[in-house]
């Protein structure tokens, strides 16, 4: 067979992977261009405002900021100001020598001076698979999110997709005061109603993407209807994202020059709050920070002062424990699962073993017979490490063993999937088997490979390897199914996703939520299988985020009163903890996915509509917390944007947030906490306690049973968690359970992790 049969531009792949495997380092510090001064690094710096500092008009408040900078004959201080922050934070985004910094932080008004770091980045059928449906339930008490604006913050979009097409739709409301840099007008249409590039650079640009993801997790959260979507055949239908009459608004803060600098990611949420956005989308992050030193978290304070709800990912970094991004109660964190489809493929062996796995491109015309199977990772004459993964140059001598041959390559190595199979095709291999490592046991993914190939579990690739060390000649084809529907197993927390506990704020149960974010179809800018409009599929948690933003806009336009984070309480006191099977929400171990995988559980948007009660909280609620945290008065002034001291609050340990979920440190001692519940369903009603009590525990509810006489009553109750002896712990480091209120019509859930110690 010809190498270049299936051969497609390893250039464009490698960018289509680029989602999935982006990552730029955390602790990186984005230095940029400037003209002789090549020690100039980007400072975020904090202030005090003076008293009269919240009265300060912009351009008062910008020179104001200006008399702090350091005086230099080198350069003028204009030429050195990046942003000035008006919404988002009391400070200013500055290129500073580390002397002048250092000189700066001295100022009695400069609560800190760092350098900036640099964040990472981290569809057909979901709408059905949720229960949304044209002229029903949530999507229509919801006029399809009409008249909600969501802000995307990410890497710039496409603004020529029919998925931001705005036929038919109205002009944004009249609160918007945005801007569109593509047309230069008050929006780009009534669908994309603004576009701004954030990102600082010698030569300004339009936000277009200049790397792909932003076109791609709009369309998820509020793409229109759009008949007709497909890639390479597979998973075809009506594309359409969760809110589609909502309006979006891009907000670029990524380039492939300097990365998502963390003053692009400010200044972006900085100019959302004064657009009048009510959601922000934030699909990347920094992993776990103190909350005053984590841009979104600064960010995301002063949206949720402003009515603004925000949705967060949760970061790639799992399946280990304590790997989130974005961990701020006042964020919604949102981890990926499964949905029940599947472009599926099929590894069958010459003992005619066949193993289920995925692959987006699947050829028509690829023989199904068998094939002679090898393994390099096998090979004793050559880097067995190396070439076990297929990494580029590991099978360039190869060539008689592979030529013509299935050969299986081991996932990881730093090696994307497309780029391994690029290997394999100029090594003269005609098909691929990519198998996992242990800890991404039973998760695959729709990859748009380079030649015939299957992506399978790491128990698969055991029995592969197995079937290859039994005998002389090993044979195996690669069999293509094409798009199924029905997997009752999803949604399957996916290997990828991040797990709590959370490290910076242990008492607070992370991730809240888990949504579809594996092999998701969305708008894309570039045609991948040469048809136009152009899609892709893509997985990470950054498509799981957007899907909950559109979900919050839908609520927000059913329920225009509520708060943050009363919509945050809906989403998750209604979450889904069965699979579609019936069975609890499996990981990618297939085994019962814990607490810290999955929240409260998987979102169910009809449900969220009509919660029943909610556990609200208001900006100042975080206060205490905040105090609880043992965060210094400064520090937390950098959050609020006022002066707080804490002697004179009464600071509040974790739990007590009034939280829609326990996360309980337990020792020897009783804990007690209480919850407020807002009444949000019929006027009339009485709810009775459900517990679910985790391992080596009591628990006591005072009252067991309340009832509401009106709507927006508020009702509080306690709960005491009575460990027992710890030889009942056995050999557990965690268990977890939930409390339930449930009344005729509604069961509100909350779930609860405890930790021993």
């Not at 509604?746 to 405890?754: D, E, G, L, N, T």
Request: charged share 15%; glycine share 8%; with cysteine.
């Amino acid at each position: 067979m010809e190498k270049s049969k299936y051969g497609k531009e390893l250039v464009l792949l490698n960018l289509l992977g680029l989602v999935f495997v982006l990552s730029f380092s955390p602790v990186s510090m984005a230095v940029e261009e400037h003209q002789g001064h090549d020690n100039l690094m980007t400072y975020i710096v904090h202030v005090q405002k003076p008293e009269v500092g919240a009265s300060l008009q912009s351009e008062e408040l910008h020179s104001w900021y200006h008399s702090l900078l350091p005086q230099t004959s080198e350069t003028s201080n204009k030429d050195r100001m990046v942003f000035s922050y008006r919404n988002v934070a009391s400070g200013f985004a500055v290129k500073l020598t580390p002397q002048e910094a250092k000189t700066l932080q001295e100022k009695e008004e400069v609560v800190s001076a760092r350098p900036e770091r640099t964040l990472s980045l981290h569809t057909t059928h979901t709408p059905t698979f949720l229960g949304l449906q044209q002229g029903q339930g949530l999507w229509n008490v919801s006029n399809l999110g009409k008249g909600v604006i969501i802000g995307v913050i990410d890497t710039g979009i496409y603004p020529f997709h029919p998925s931001f097409n705005d036929e038919g739709m109205p002009p944004p409301p009249a609160k918007w005061k945005g801007h569109c840099e593509f047309t230069g007008g008050r929006t780009c249409n009534n669908k994309l109603i603004g576009a701004r590039n954030l990102v600082k650079s010698a030569i300004e640009e339009p936000p277009f993407e200049n790397f792909f993801h932003g076109t791609h997790t709009t369309a998820e959260a509020a793409g229109r209807f759009v008949e007709d979507a497909s890639v390479f055949g597979n998973a075809k239908g009506t594309a359409a994202g969760m809110a589609p009459e909502a309006h979006v608004a891009m907000y670029k803060v990524c380039n492939t020059k300097v990365g998502c600098p963390e003053s692009a990611i400010l200044a972006a949420m900085d100019v959302a709050i004064e657009d009048g956005v009510d959601v922000l989308s934030l699909s990347l992050g920094l992993g776990s920070l103190p909350f005053f030193e984590d841009p979104i978290a600064i960010g995301a304070f002063s949206a949720i002062q402003s009515g603004i709800f925000v949705s967060c990912s949760a970061a790639n970094s799992g399946p280990a424990y304590s790997t989130l991004s974005n961990e701020a109660p006042w964020i919604l964190t949102v981890g990926a699962s499964t949905i029940d489809r599947k472009i599926a493929a099929s590894a069958k062996l010459g003992n005619g073993a066949e193993f289920e796995g995925e692959t987006l491109f699947q050829p028509k015309d690829f023989s199904p017979q068998l094939l002679p199977l090898v393994y390099p990772g096998g090979n004793a004459n050559v880097n067995q490490s190396s070439a076990a993964f297929c990494a580029p140059g590991s099978l360039n001598n190869l060539d008689v063993i592979v030529k013509g041959k299935v050969v299986l390559c081991d996932v990881g190595g730093g090696v994307p999937s497309d780029v391994k199979g690029q290997e394999v095709l100029d090594a003269g291999g005609v098909a691929m088997i990519v198998v996992n490592s242990p800890p991404l046991g039973f998760s695959t993914f729709a990859v748009a490979h380079v030649l015939p190939a299957v992506h399978l579990s790491y128990n698969a690739g055991l029995a592969i390897k197995a079937y290859i060390n039994s005998t002389y000649k090993p044979t195996a084809t690669v069999l293509f199914k094409g798009t199924v529907i029905g997997d009752s197993l999803a949604p399957t927390v996916v290997s990828f996703s991040s797990r709590g506990p959370s490290q910076e704020s242990p008492g607070i149960l992370k991730p809240d939520i888990i949504g579809p974010g594996v092999n998701i179809l969305a708008a894309w800018a570039v045609s991948v299988d040469n048809k136009i409009p152009a899609y892709d599929i893509v997985s990470g948690t950054s498509m799981s985020c957007p899907h909950l933003s559109g979900i919050a806009a839908l609520l927000k336009s059913a329920h225009p009163d509520w708060s943050p984070a009363a919509i945050k309480s809906a989403i998750m006191t209604s979450a889904n903890t069965k699979n579609l099977g019936g069975l609890p929400i499996l990981d990618q171990r297939l085994l019962p996915a814990d607490v810290f995988a999955t929240g409260a559980g998987h979102v169910n948007p009809l449900r969220a509509n009509d919660p029943g009660l909610v556990y609200d909280i208001q900006p100042e609620d975080y206060i205490p917390y905040l105090c609880g945290l043992g965060y210094s008065d400064r520090e937390i002034s950098i959050l609020v944007q006022r002066r707080v001291r804490c002697s004179y609050v009464r600071s509040i340990p974790e739990a007590q947030l009034n939280y829609p979920s326990f996360s309980i440190i337990l020792g020897s001692t009783s804990q007690l906490y209480t919850r407020t519940l807002t009444n949000v369903g019929p006027a009339r009603s009485t709810y009775k306690v459900k517990l679910e009590v985790p391992l080596a525990l009591g628990m006591s509810v005072n009252p067991s049973q309340i009832t509401f006489t009106e709507v927006n009553q508020k009702i509080t109750y306690s709960v005491e968690f009575i460990p027992e002896i710890k030889e009942n712990r056995g050999n557990h480091s965690f268990t977890q359970g939930s409390l339930t209120w449930v009344s005729d019509t509604h069961a509100v859930r909350i779930p609860i992790s405890v930790i021993f110690k």
